[in-house]
């Protein structure tokens, strides 16, 4: 399996997993909406990632929860970039991901710092990304969804949930590679076109995604699978984020995808200390 990926030149080896800090400038994501839509604050927040250990920021103008409100590509493009910038300024060695299923998002903002590209819907809801990757030559990360994120929850029927999706980044993989993407991850998606049940049979299965021979990310960071199950909320749910995010470091993810940086790099230690 290659385990680099190129990041405005520097080769980052996932042999060893790292951590993507999710930064939200949207008002209305579902943990931490509006919390980091002030300049100051969200510097401070990357900050804090940095320090703590996070390998790559993924900055998002979208909120892509179930049922989110539609934002305007013009809007979106006015949080991302303008706080990329400023990223970048304060932060230049940070390796920034955006975090959008827009093709024109994603090139001003690899124009403006950013290195990565991380869609939801890998290529799905627009047809010029993947070309638009191309033509960065960025890693690019793919998620697997069915509809949008404000129609996702009533596509939730399958005949054999890991057959299909296997089979759905069997297609993108070789879409992506034909049109010249070298560096590819794959993310399955938790919380996206998935039940209760589904998210977790995923999880119970996640080592079957290795097949694909590309890195794994894992994104539970305190989404509904948790909280739902545990009777709680998505505040009260680190303890929870924390055992899946282990159990996805066993069965194979090489970048979790979290909230809370510190911990995920705790998890990560351990993992790595009964791997040596």
């Not at 991380?118 to 627009?126: E, K, V």
Request: hydrophobic share 40%.
């Amino acid at each position: 399996m290659k385990t680099t990926i190129n990041c405005n030149g520097t080769l980052i080896d996932l042999q060893s997993p790292k951590v993507m800090g999710i930064l939200n400038l949207t008002p209305d994501s579902f943990f931490d909406g509006g919390s980091y839509t002030e300049e100051h604050a969200a510097l401070t927040q990357v900050e804090k990632m940095l320090r703590d250990g996070a390998a790559f920021i993924d900055v998002g103008g979208y909120s892509s929860k179930p049922n989110a409100a539609f934002v305007s590509e013009e809007e979106e493009l006015q949080r991302v970039v303008h706080f990329i910038q400023k990223i970048k300024k304060e932060f230049p060695e940070a390796i920034l991901s955006v975090d959008t299923f827009r093709a024109k998002v994603a090139f001003e903002s690899v124009q403006h710092g950013a290195a990565m590209v991380n869609d939801i819907a890998a290529g799905g809801l627009d047809d010029q990304m993947m070309a638009t990757v191309a033509q960065l030559q960025v890693p690019y990360i793919m998620m697997h969804m069915k509809g949008t994120p404000q129609t996702m929850q009533s596509f939730t029927q399958y005949d054999d949930i890991i057959k299909e999706m296997l089979f759905y980044f069997s297609e993108k993989i070789n879409e992506a590679r034909a049109i010249g993407i070298n560096d590819l991850i794959i993310d399955p998606g938790f919380g996206f076109s998935k039940t209760l049940e589904q998210n977790f049979q995923v999880m119970q299965q996640l080592e079957l995604f290795q097949m694909t021979e590309l890195p794994l990310l894992s994104g539970i960071s305190r989404k509904s699978m948790i909280y739902k199950t545990l009777n709680t909320d998505a505040l009260h749910s680190l303890n929870g984020t924390t055992t899946l995010n282990t159990i996805s470091l066993m069965k194979g993810a090489k970048i979790l995808r979290v909230h809370d940086v510190k911990e995920a790099v705790e998890c990560i230690t351990l993992y790595n200390q009964i791997q040596s």
